[in-house]
């Protein structure tokens, strides 16, 4: 819910000050993801368990 509240308030603002915020904004979410990206596991000994069916 924070992103659409900072998404509010970006609107709020002056269109100066928008550009600003809409770049911190991005670079929050594309931080964010790396970080997931980071800690997911690369390769694991297991069989990815998609690429057979469960029956």
């Known amino acids: ?3 659409v509240t900072r998404m509010i308030q970006m609107f709020r603002k002056t269109p100066a000050t928008q ?3 809409m770049d911190d ?3 929050i979410r594309i931080r ?3 970080g997931r990206q980071r ?3 690369r390769a ?3 069989r990815n ?3 057979h069916s469960a029956a």
């Open 1 to 3: 819910m924070s992103f």
């Open 19 to 21: 550009e600003a915020t």
């Open 25 to 27: 904004l991005f670079d």
């Open 32 to 34: 964010k993801m790396q």
């Open 39 to 41: 800690l997911a596991p």
């Open 44 to 46: 694991t000994p297991f």
């Open 49 to 51: 368990s998609r690429l």
